[in-house]
């Protein structure tokens, strides 16, 4: 079960929120400034759900 999520996961596109260095993972896009208005232009691109993982602020 462990290599079906870690696959799965790295599959999926991901948006990472920082003002640090580029992330290391696959189909990666890094978020730098403007943060709400490109969450808002995910949501208004994407169908289905969009997964928020390790903060609390966003």
């Known amino acids: 079960m ?8 790295n599959s999926m596109p991901k948006y990472v929120v920082t003002s640090g260095d580029p ?10 400034s403007d943060v709400a208005e490109r969450v808002a232009a995910l949501k208004a691109e994407t169908s ?3 997964l928020a993982n ?3 602020q966003l």
Do not use: F, H
């Open 23 to 32: 992330a290391p993972w696959r189909n990666t896009t890094v978020i730098g």
């Open 2 to 9: 462990g290599k079906l999520v870690v696959s799965e996961m």
């Open 48 to 50: 289905g759900d969009i």
């Open 54 to 56: 390790g903060s609390g």
